[in-house]
């Protein structure tokens, strides 16, 4: 559980092109078991600088997971199991705007979710819960990665959508279009409903966005294609794992809970009377809801 006094335990998730944490000490890895079926790979965990931290590669080992075969679910809540309070996605993503070009990262501040092919809460049938999505990411995380991100002199912006379409495959020209006349800055395939995930679990979570290429309505440049895409992603996980290093001091001895409430965000989000709730249900949700639960 997440709660006044709980250490912090950073959980990275690596996305395509990020498979390993540099750095890592005491390092162990274990295939942890959810209700909600099997992670995408064994939790690595370890110690940087001191402080605890636990890796999953979002796809797998080798990139063996699709955006839409991941098992979201699996993952947030063998991350909660493993004792994450804190989880920082990076994510590989398209730009939709002429500023931001491959190499740059983007501190995600809101999500556009166009996927339909997922799971995409905790809860349902037996114990319905409603969590406030207004701001999908945590403010604190973001300037605490803002800070590391200026300290390395790192091609960061702060704020900006993103923009999650369901996949494998790249937009047309004309959902580009569309997704730039919504003011979106990046596009990608997988942060959504990670992050919905995580707030239903109580942990708080930014996006690293990293951008590779333009979508495909920058008519100066090439069509994507994962060649391309591959030959920036080898330089965007080299900064990756530095903006890992550097946030990593900011981030730890966090002695109290998430003061913009994150660890205690079903506080007001159950709905389902207690007697009326399955305990079959509330079995799943040992570690997601166990605080409230």
Request: net charge negative.
């Amino acid at each position: 559980m997440t709660q006044a006094g709980c250490p912090t335990v950073i959980g990275v998730i690596g996305g395509s092109g990020l498979y390993d944490i540099a750095g890592l000490e005491d390092v162990r890895r274990e295939a942890v078991a959810t209700p909600f079926g099997t992670p995408s790979a064994d939790l690595v965990f370890g110690t940087l600088d001191g402080q605890k931290m636990v890796f999953l590669p979002r796809h797998g080992q080798g990139h063996v997971q699709s955006p839409t075969s991941l098992n979201y679910r699996a993952n947030i809540d063998a991350l909660k199991r493993a004792g994450v309070t804190e989880i920082i996605s990076l994510s590989a993503v398209g730009s939709l705007r002429e500023e931001l070009a491959p190499g740059d990262f983007v501190i995600v501040d809101q999500f556009i979710d166009r996927s339909f092919a997922r799971e995409k809460s905790f809860f349902g049938e037996g114990c319905v819960a409603h969590v406030s999505m207004a701001d999908p990411v945590c403010g604190r995380l973001g300037d605490a990665l803002e800070g590391a991100a200026a300290a390395l002199d790192a091609p960061a912006v702060r704020g900006g959508t993103y923009l999650v379409m369901e996949g494998p495959q790249f937009s047309t020209r004309a959902e580009s279009a569309l997704y730039r006349s919504w003011n979106c800055a990046v596009i990608g395939m997988t942060n959504m409903p990670e992050a919905k995930l995580a707030r239903e679990a109580e942990m708080c979570y930014a996006t690293v966005a990293m951008v590779t290429d333009y979508d495909c309505w920058h008519d100066g440049h090439d069509d994507v294609s994962v060649d391309a895409i591959i030959a920036v992603l080898v330089a965007n996980a080299e900064k990756a794992r530095d903006l890992v290093r550097a946030v990593t001091p900011i981030l730890a001895g966090r002695g109290q809970a998430c003061h913009q409430g994150c660890h205690t965000a079903l506080d007001t989000a159950l709905i389902t009377a207690p007697e009326a709730r399955d305990p079959a249900m509330l079995a799943r949700l040992d570690a997601v809801a166990g605080r409230v639960l």
